[in-house]
């Protein structure tokens, strides 16, 4: 069913953010940044980023759907193992199959990957291996100085 045009026509809140990588990640950086050399504003201001970043889940609380710690803000993820490597105030949010969209502002970076079928697997590891390494790859360039 979430392959179906019907279901990507059906535009369902909080369900089906159907998108590409280069708007989502846009987006993000919009919520850190001024883009297009400040002709294009910051969406959102430091002090209200501050608290749309900042966790509302209890500490150590096992997200009962996916049965792992999973930290979430207003509508932001912001504990998430792969991203912990790109600072602590990187926030974002995992998608279905893989997908996924983060921004870290101790890096003024923005990075989304979205996949083109949705997969159901039982376990993070197993929904996306391809993005775990891909987001590992630029946390390697960055240690690297290749991205700055």
């Known amino acids: 069913i979430f392959n179906d045009n019907r279901y990507h026509q059906a535009e369902i809140p909080g369900v089906n953010g159907i998108t590409n990588a280069r708007s989502v990640a846009r987006l993000y950086a919009s919520l850190i940044d001024d883009l297009d050399n400040g002709k294009q504003k910051r969406l959102l201001n430091e002090e209200i980023m501050k608290k749309a970043t900042t966790s509302n889940t209890p500490d150590n609380e096992i997200d009962r759907i996916r049965g792992y710690s999973n930290s979430f803000a207003m509508g932001f993820q912001t504990s998430d193992d792969d991203l912990k490597t790109f600072g602590s105030g990187t926030f974002g949010h995992e998608g279905a199959g893989g997908s996924i969209v983060f921004a870290a502002p101790d890096k003024s970076l923005a990075f989304a990957y979205t996949v083109n ?29 290749h991205i700055r």
Do not use: F, M
């Open 117 to 145: 079928q949705y997969g159901v697997k039982k376990n993070r590891q197993e929904i996306s291996p391809r993005t775990q390494a891909i987001i590992k790859h630029i946390a390697r360039l960055i240690d690297d100085n």
